[in-house]
C-alpha cells in the first residue's frame, strides 16, 4: 500500500503487509496536523515504523517546510496508532554520532521499542 507524504518535491510511504505483519517506510515526509489522521491509520498496527526524523523538536522550529519531522511526530505517531517499534532514519548530516546517541536516549526515554538506523541493520518482523 502507499500513501502520499509531504515534500516540497512529493514522496511516498510504503506498507508492506505481510504473515499478519506489517512494515511502514515514510521517508522524506513532514508530519503535521493536515495529515495526521491519514498518517496514523495508514501506520495503525504495524510492527514497525521507519519514519523520517531529519531533526530534533528545537531544530525542526527553523526548518519548517523543509519536508522532514523530527523524533517527537515520530513518538507520537506510534503512540497514537499502536505501532510496536520504531526506526529513526533520514538522520541530519550536521549531527555527529554522539547527537545522534543523544537523540536515540530521548526517544527511549518515551518510546522504548526505538532503535536508530545504521548500516547493517536487520529488523525481523
Given at each position: 500500500h502507499t500513501i502520499a507524504l509531504r515534500h516540497p518535491?512529493?514522496?511516498?510511504?510504503?506498507?508492506?503487509?505481510?504473515g499478519g505483519r506489517s512494515f511502514v517506510h515514510l521517508t522524506d515526509h513532514e508530519h503535521s496536523?493536515?495529515?495526521?489522521?491519514?498518517?496514523?491509520?495508514?501506520?495503525?498496527g504495524a510492527e514497525v515504523l521507519s519514519l523520517d526524523t531529519m531533526?530534533?523538536?528545537?531544530?525542526?522550529?527553523?526548518?519548517?517546510?523543509?519536508?522532514?519531522?523530527?523524533?517527537?511526530?515520530?513518538?507520537d505517531i506510534c503512540e497514537k496508532a499502536a505501532v510496536r517499534r520504531l526506526v529513526l532514519f533520514h538522520h541530519n548530516p550536521d549531527y555527529n554520532d554522539e547527537k545522534l546517541d543523544e537523540i536515540h536516549a530521548a526517544v527511549c526515554a518515551r518510546f522504548p521499542e526505538a532503535v536508530m538506523a545504521?548500516?547493517?541493520?536487520?529488523i525481523e518482523l
Open positions: 518535491n512529493g514522496s511516498m510511504g510504503m506498507r508492506f503487509d505481510y496536523e493536515d495529515c495526521a489522521a491519514s498518517i496514523e491509520e495508514f501506520c495503525r531533526f530534533t523538536p528545537e531544530d525542526y522550529a527553523g526548518h519548517v517546510g523543509w519536508g522532514h519531522s523530527h523524533w517527537g511526530h515520530a513518538v545504521r548500516e547493517g541493520l536487520e
